[in-house]
């Protein structure tokens, strides 16, 4: 824009030269929405990073979508540019204000409707905060399925402008997916609604695909329906190292087996020493690698098992391939059929052989549904301990009827979940599935004295956990039969209103003597362990001459 003989001017200076124009816009969003001031305006003109920075006539903040309407209509009819903005939180200089342009704030369109629970579905203004919509969904019993680091900020109208993704893209998609509906203003003004939210809709062109990812080009969003998904309350996270790419997408690849995988971070070691640095935080692991990748599971239940064995079952493989494979390559590099070359054919070919072996071994030492040590390897480790050491045997309460209630693939969550507290148990105790429900935590050098206190905090952990039962898992004709069923045990598991069900476990404890078969203190483990039943289950008993009988305080069955 240019005056006739002053040459060019600033836009701001031009743009705001027509009084009509500046009473306009504060008479359709009111005059605390029109910011002119130049202090007013710096945060609106600044790129996150601070290194973009833009220059706007004004920073204009409509509260509904007629307001952007209007607002569109004004700048249109004055045949001046708008730049939309969301919560500017782009690292890019997308959202600064190209040189005089009217910058449209819709961080007031934080407008949200009540969650539409049985669609999974809510519909809320452009301007809303993605962690104010994952608020508003978990309030519901619902979440939202994008996340990323600038909840906090970041807008629903920015992440469907630019479709973003975030870390869990790899599970829910990205913000494509998660639309069901939206409604925008178009250049001219026009408003245009999509916010049925029905799924299976084939009338006509499909408008809010067209304006996902647009970034402001063709409309601005105003509204969004979106997609919720069940709540995922259980996380495990793993960080692997690697030798490089290669093996990291071999590793995703397997990963994908699991049902519960929902994100999948890939990074270098530049990127490790760059946070190491800045945060002043220690090597996560003892030897560098090639690369680094970071995967979270989420579900109903943990899944941490799952994860390990997955990434355990996989290095084992890639490890041993890797270094047959580099010393093949070393081979061929000396000279393929040279007495150097066949020396490293021969070093290629132990390697492999001995990966099998380890892979195999791995196999027959571990139980394949819970990744614990096998009935196998406790043998192994018990025939060769030395007194003292201590035998905990432990057993799933009513786990029988557990099965018959649920079904067995509950009956295998509850296992993989009890198996999961078993493994972290602390005092120096290695857990073993030694069969069905039944459990060994072998404690060498240590009484029963010593470990009491560390399976007292075992049994609570367990007691405290809640298993979620996802829907169609309760196999009851009557809401009370399976309770009925326990109770004639002399104990009810009951199942929360919320679908929880409670998991305890009974405990015997049996230590070494001098010169005691290794046999008669499994035995008297064993013993304590059918005391610790009789005498109402959820507690601990420990085989002594000093203290039998010994129980738990405070070990009553949970209700």
């Known amino acids: 824009?240019?005056?006739?003989?002053?040459?060019?001017?600033?836009?701001?200076?031009?743009?705001?030269?027509?009084?009509?124009?500046?009473?306009?816009?504060?008479?359709?969003?009111?005059?605390?929405?029109?910011?002119?001031?130049?202090?007013?305006?710096?945060?609106?003109?600044?790129?996150?990073?601070?290194?973009?920075?833009?220059?706007?006539?004004?920073?204009?903040?409509?509260?509904?979508?007629d307001e952007v309407a209007a607002v569109v209509r004004a700048c249109h009819d004055a045949g001046l540019p708008m730049t939309v903005q969301g919560g500017n939180t782009g690292l890019v200089g997308g959202a600064a204000p190209a040189s005089g342009s009217v910058l449209i704030s819709l961080t007031r369109l934080i407008g949200r409707e009540p969650v539409d629970v049985i669609e999974a579905q809510v519909t809320v203004g452009a301007g809303l905060t993605l962690e104010a919509l994952q608020r508003h969904a978990s309030a519901a019993g619902l979440h939202f399925g994008v996340d990323l680091a600038a909840r906090s900020a970041a807008t629903v109208g920015g992440l469907v402008a630019t479709n973003a993704g975030g870390v869990n893209v790899l599970r829910f998609g990205s913000m494509r997916q998660q639309v069901t509906g939206l409604e925008a203003v178009l250049a001219d003004g026009t408003v245009i609604s999509r916010l049925g939210g029905l799924a299976k809709d084939n009338t006509g062109y499909d408008l809010p695909q067209l304006l996902i990812g647009s970034e402001g080009t063709l409309a601005i969003i105003t509204r969004v329906r979106v997609r919720l998904v069940p709540q995922l309350p259980a996380r495990a996270v793993a960080l692997v190292a690697l030798p490089g790419t290669g093996a990291a997408l071999e590793l995703v690849a397997a990963a994908r087996a699991l049902p519960g995988l929902t994100a999948a971070e890939l990074f270098y070691p530049a990127g490790l020493e760059l946070v190491r640095e800045y945060a002043q935080l220690s090597a996560p692991f003892t030897a560098p690698a090639g690369a680094y990748l970071l995967l979270e599971c989420a579900g109903p239940v943990d899944d941490l098992l799952g994860l390990l064995e997955a990434s355990e079952t996989l290095l084992l493989e890639i490890s041993g391939m890797f270094w047959s494979l580099l010393a093949a390559c070393l081979g061929l590099e000396a000279g393929g059929v040279s007495g150097q070359g066949t020396l490293y054919f021969a070093v290629s070919g132990l390697i492999l052989a001995s990966s099998i072996v380890e892979s195999s071994y791995s196999l027959a030492y571990r139980d394949e549904l819970t990744s614990l040590h096998s009935r196998r390897a406790?043998?192994?480790?018990?025939?060769?301990?030395?007194?003292?050491?201590?035998?905990?045997?432990?057993?799933?309460?009513?786990?029988?009827?557990?099965?018959?209630?649920?079904?067995?693939?509950?009956?295998?969550?509850?296992?993989?979940?009890?198996?999961?507290?078993?493994?972290?148990?602390?005092?120096?105790?290695?857990?073993?599935?030694?069969g069905g429900e039944e459990f060994t935590i072998l404690f060498p050098g240590r009484n029963s004295e010593e470990v009491f206190q560390h399976l007292e905090l075992l049994r609570m952990n367990i007691e405290s956990c809640s298993f979620r039962l996802r829907r169609g898992e309760d196999r009851r004709k009557n809401p009370r039969e399976g309770e009925r069923r326990v109770a004639g045990r002399g104990q009810t598991t009951k199942r929360a209103n919320s679908g929880a069900l409670s998991v305890t476990v009974s405990i015997g404890i049996a230590e070494s003597r001098p010169r005691a078969a290794i046999e008669r203190v499994i035995e008297l483990a064993d013993k304590a362990l059918y005391n610790a039943k009789q005498s109402g289950r959820n507690r601990i008993e420990v085989a002594s001459r000093e203290r039998k009988g010994r129980t738990t305080q405070n070990s009553t069955p949970t209700s």
């Open 378 to 434: 406790f043998n192994d480790a018990i025939s060769g301990m030395k007194h003292p050491y201590a035998v905990a045997a432990v057993d799933i309460d009513h786990f029988k009827s557990i099965n018959d209630t649920y079904g067995h693939d509950t009956g295998d969550q509850v296992l993989r979940l009890v198996a999961s507290r078993l493994a972290s148990v602390t005092g120096g105790g290695n857990a073993y599935r030694v």
């Open 1 to 65: 824009m240019t005056t006739e003989n002053a040459g060019p001017v600033p836009f701001r200076q031009a743009a705001w030269g027509t009084a009509a124009l500046a009473d306009r816009l504060r008479k359709l969003v009111g005059p605390t929405h029109v910011l002119v001031d130049a202090d007013l305006i710096a945060p609106y003109e600044t790129d996150w990073t601070g290194r973009f920075i833009g220059m706007a006539a004004c920073v204009v903040r409509p509260g509904s979508t």
